[in-house]
Each structure stands twice: as C-alpha cells, then as structure tokens.
C-alpha cells in the first residue's frame, strides 16, 4: 500500500494524539500552537461539529509545526473533503469495505479503526498494518493489545477512548502501540477559556509519557 509508510510516520510524531473537538474554528491554531509548545506534533480533529474542516484548514495554513489528520471520517466523501481542507491524514472509528478500499488509493493516508480480532484480520487482509483500536478501554485495553501481538505480530495501534494520563503510560509500554489517543489534552473548558497555559502543561506531560 502506497499510503503505509505515511500513516506510520504520522502515528510516530508524538507519543499521544490529542482528539479534539473544536467548536469555534478561530480559537483552532492558538489550540495547536498550545500542543506544539507542549511537545506534541499531531492532532485529530474529529469531523463532529460544522466547523471542523474550516478548523483543519486554519491550523494546516498557520501552524506547520503540526501534523493534522481528520477524525471521525464515516465516508469516502468525509476523507475527500478532509483532505480538500488540509489533513494529512484521516482515521475512522471503525471500518467499513469502502473505507478500506478507497482509503488504499485515495489522497491521503487512511488509519482503520477495530476492536476485535475479527476486524483485524479483515483489515489486514485488505492491506493495512496500522489501526486504531477504539473504545480502547470497553474494548479489553492493554489486554487485549497484547492478545492481538501473537497472532497478528505485524499489526501496529493507536488505542484511542478511554485513556487518560494515569493510564496512558501502560499502553505505550506495549511493543505493538506506536501511540495512543486522547481528548483529556484538550478539556473543552479550557478550549473556551483560551487557557492556552494549561493546555501546554497538559500537552508537555503528555509529550513525556514514554520516558
């Protein structure tokens, strides 16, 4: 697959993803500059409110220093328009047969997402090596990933929902997880606020977890 060694590349930028949900597409690159300051070099905006492409747009023209993929993407037409707005990337939270086949060729990388050893294998089958493994905590956690590492050993993770700081430190120990994802970087309190201050201190902790 031509898309492998980006989606790769991207999930290695930061030890943890942050997940954010944006309300208000002006306050998105003081947002992202916040993380970078932080140490952290990715964010996936989750295509949840109407203003998520134009938030994926302003923080791709004005913050470089931040790699930004699309969350939340249902559709062929969602990576479509993702990618018009900017992304570099895009991930679903599950998967679904036109996914897996558009997001091999398509214009950017894709990250499928699975929860069970079933979804895996299709996933697998149809090209991929990298996934998200959502709801990571109702799904079996660290458990479960390293359930998954005997018989898919090729299979690498970014486990999303559920993690937090306390516990995010377990997953990234695992050898088949090249990241994790998570919203607690990005409290919407603080977002609304503009407390760009904690949001950076949140990020640094964040940025540190895999020392």
Known sequence: ????AAIEKYLRLSPVM?????ADAALAPDLARALVRGGIHVI??????????????????TVPEITVGAGTVLSESDLKASA??????????????????YGATGPIPYLPAIATASELMAGLAAGYRCFKFFPAGAAG????LSS?????????????GGISQATVKSYLELSNVLCAGGS???????????DWNLIESLAAKAAASRN
């Open 44 to 61: 996936e905006v989750t295509l949840r409110t109407p203003v998520a492409l134009r938030a994926m747009e302003a923080i791709a023209r």
């Open 141 to 144: 956690g660290t458990a479960m």
């Open 84 to 101: 018009d707005a900017g992304a570099a990337f895009a991930i679903s939270p599950g998967a679904t047969r036109e996914l897996l086949e």
């Open 148 to 160: 998954f590492a005997g018989p898919f050993g090729e299979a690498r993770f970014c486990p999303t």
């Open 1 to 4: 697959m031509r898309h492998a």
């Open 18 to 22: 942050p997940v954010v949900t944006i």
């Open 184 to 194: 607690w970087l990005t409290p919407a309190e603080a977002v609304s606020k503009k």
